[in-house]
């Protein structure tokens, strides 16, 4: 499964969203891979799943990706948890 963490610049908040995501699969014992990247990157990517803040829903929603996670509050580490876990477990083995 391929994961990408989404922000403008592809520095600060994806960097942030993909190490909580790298820890939140692991402690799953989830196999993915977690990449961070800047918006022009990831529109011409393939992801599985898209994380991103709620803001950059119109950039990252119709892109590559199969499935878009939306966080409203960045550094809540259980709504991140929530959200990815509850896509991850909804798709099909």
Do not use: W, Y
Not at 77 to 93: F, G, H, N, T
Request: aromatic share 2%; with cysteine; glycine share 6%.
């Amino acid at each position: 499964m391929k994961i990408a963490t989404v922000c403008g610049m592809g520095f600060g908040t994806s960097m942030m969203l993909a190490m909580q995501v790298r820890q939140i699969v692991a402690d799953e014992g989830i196999q993915a891979s977690v990449d961070p990247v800047d918006l022009a990157s990831f529109k011409s990517m393939h992801a599985d799943i898209v994380i991103a803040p709620r803001d950059m829903e119109h950039q990252v929603s119709g892109g590559s990706a199969k499935h878009v996670v939306l966080v409203d509050n960045l550094v809540d580490r259980d709504e991140v948890s929530r959200k990815v876990l509850d896509l991850i477990r909804s798709l099909p083995s």
